[in-house]
């Protein structure tokens, strides 16, 4: 079987997903949906954010310091909650500096060395709560002390709506991968078009081999047709401020060193994986449980119970604690990753969530792909 | 060219499908006749590979079915004969000229060939799901002989005929069956008692009658009746 008809294959394995009346119709769904995603993100206030854009982006720029905590606390109340289209200048960093210190007590109480070190306390507390080993203790003291202090102040709801549509790709996803791929093997036995792809020369390694490409293949369509409408939206719309803010201006208990920019990038790349994931898990159903609703269940079914597990098993039972959440897509690309403190690896080589989670749905994803091509060449062999 | 089966079972949780058949098969159209559940089913589906027997074996040439050569001398069309709904007629064939592994002229010339050999060139471009079901299956019949079988088997293969195309397809087949070996079941006598060389009879997993029924007296149709009378 020569390797160029591996192409014609391939072309009509992606039309055999591709061909159907539903096609157009959830396409249109996803780009509305899209579009709609890259508009609102960020004006979930109304039209507030886009009225008080260049009051809010006043201070961008300036140090964290007790001179500009002094500019915020007088010119609001003294717990900071109450702001208005005209003086919402310091309404971010209040809610920046309330999520650290203790929100019962007026915000003149603190002075920027009292906030640097509830910070600093908080991160501790968190690293007991997630049961660190000493050397990940270590490892994110040297993270700590590698970031610049005192922190630069950003608002950055223009970079975190870009990030919450890339934190949406995988329940989009979820609901447009088992639509579009259920059937991919299944289907086959449905329609019994199987036993005749069996009786010809390319209709066991080279099909199986086209099959799980043009699944892969219509995934990154759906991901980068839907980011690429949001994402776009969002910027021309909204820009890009906070990009290269440091991470700690959205989430200020974290550790990680690194920008708005890197954090959206490295959501992506997982957001992607997971996706990719998902792609190889529906095709492996496919083929394992022939039946198109039973796939779509289980993906939906296994999708939600990890999601509820990951977040009710205690962190003390940290093996599975950790894998649960590193197999949670929604918490994995989520803002709150910059929490996850557990790392993985031994003896100071380490990898944090962000770094790991790829590699394990990729790992896993070629597994299943080893796994499922040894299913497909036996079955029906009874 | 010959198709042999030595001593071929198949054996199901309580059921024996197929019992220690043995046969050969050579250049032409054999017959196999028997009413539904004699195990024809299974047994052609052991020959195309589909399914592993429990005893006994099939090589073609000295070849065994289940190498991955076999299929590319191997034309199938099943009983159920599957289809693509949202694929035109002339895609199917194109997929499957690829998957039989013919080059993408070649691909093109002989699918066009075979569109106007089945009289489906005027719906070409047009989905299957709209064809009917006698054109779905003289679509699976250009399917199977696609890619020059030197062994084909066709399952039911008239099953939706009308009588005007059962015609044209037995005189497709007979002039299939002077090039390579053919094996066709039905339990229509007539669509083979013209056109068979050979015959096999099967009953309940068992050969009942094989060999040339010309050389035989009386009418096959008959001797068909009397045999299967009470299965049917």
Not at chain 2, 107 to 113: I, L, S, W, Y
Request: with cysteine.
């Amino acid at each position: 079987m020569k390797s160029r008809h591996f192409g014609t294959i391939l072309y009509y394995e992606i039309k055999k997903i591709v061909a159907n009346r539903f096609t157009l119709i959830a396409l249109i769904v996803l780009a509305g949906y899209s579009l709609l995603q890259g508009i609102c993100q960020a004006e979930q206030t109304g039209d507030y954010a886009a009225k008080t854009r260049e009051l809010r982006r006043a201070v961008d720029g300036r140090i964290i310091d007790d001179e500009l905590l002094k500019e915020m606390t007088d010119s609001t109340d003294e717990y900071g909650v109450l702001w208005n289209e005209s003086n919402c200048t310091y309404e971010a960093l209040a809610d920046w500096v309330r999520d650290i210190v203790d929100y019962g007590r007026p915000l003149a109480d603190y002075r920027a060395e009292d906030i640097y070190e509830a910070r600093l306390d908080a991160i501790y507390e968190a690293m007991d709560m997630q049961y660190l080993t000493t050397g990940e203790r270590e490892y994110w003291k040297a993270k700590e002390e590698s970031l610049s202090k005192p922190f630069i102040w950003h608002s950055a709801d223009e970079a975190l709506g870009l990030a919450d549509i890339i934190s949406s790709t995988p329940i989009i996803m979820l609901l447009m991968i088992p639509l579009f791929l259920s059937q991919i093997f299944a289907g086959e036995v449905k329609d019994r078009t199987d036993p005749l792809l069996r009786c010809t020369q390319g209709g066991l390694g080279l099909t199986y081999g086209a099959k799980i490409t043009a699944a892969v293949i219509v995934t990154t369509f759906l991901v980068v047709f839907s980011d690429a409408i949001s994402l776009t939206v969002s910027y021309i719309l909204w820009g890009n401020n906070g990009w290269n803010a440091a991470v700690q201006v959205i989430m200020p208990m974290s550790p990680y060193n690194m920008t708005m920019g890197e954090m959206i990038g490295r959501m992506f790349i997982t957001a992607f994986s997971c996706s990719i994931f998902l792609t190889i898990v529906t095709c492996f159903l496919s083929e394992c449980l022939n039946n198109p609703v039973a796939v779509m269940g289980t993906v939906f079914g296994g999708f939600l119970t990890i999601l509820a597990l990951a977040r009710q098993i205690p962190l003390s039972l940290r093996p599975l604690s950790q894998i649960l959440y590193l197999l949670s897509p929604v918490d994995m690309t989520s803002v709150r990753g910059l929490y996850e403190l557990r790392l993985i690896g031994t003896g100071g080589h380490y990898l944090t969530a962000w770094q790991f989670a790829p590699l394990l749905y990729l790992c896993i994803s070629a597994i299943l792909i080893v796994a499922g091509r040894f299913v497909y060449m036996r079955k029906g062999k009874l | 060219m010959e198709l042999k089966a030595d001593m071929l079972t198949k054996q199901y949780k309580n059921k024996t499908a197929v019992d220690g058949l043995s046969f050969t098969l050579s250049k032409g159209v054999t017959g196999l006749l028997g009413a539904n559940g004699a195990g024809k089913t299974t047994l052609m589906k052991m020959i195309c590979g589909l399914l592993t027997p429990t005893d006994g074996k099939i090589t073609y040439d000295g070849m065994e079915v289940s190498e991955e050569g076999y299929r590319n001398i191997l034309g199938y069309l099943p009983q159920d004969f599957g289809y693509y709904p949202d694929f035109s007629g002339y895609d199917f064939l194109m997929y499957f000229a690829a998957l039989k592994g013919l080059s993408r002229h070649d691909a093109r010339v002989r699918t066009e060939e075979l569109l106007e050999l089945v009289a489906l060139t005027d719906v070409a471009r047009k989905k299957v799901r709209t064809y009917s079901g006698g054109m779905k299956q003289r679509l699976g019949i250009a399917q199977a002989i696609l890619g020059r079988p030197e062994v084909l088997i066709l399952d039911e293969p008239t099953a939706g005929l009308d009588p005007k195309e059962r015609v044209r397809f037995r005189n497709l087949i007979e002039e299939i069956g002077k090039e390579c070996i053919v094996l066709l079941s039905t339990h229509i006598v007539s669509d083979i008692e013209h056109i068979a060389d050979n015959l096999i009879m099967m009953r309940s997993g068992h050969i009942i009658w094989q060999g040339n029924w010309s050389e035989e007296e009386g009418s096959l149709e008959d001797f068909y009746l009397r045999e299967f009378g009470e299965d049917k």
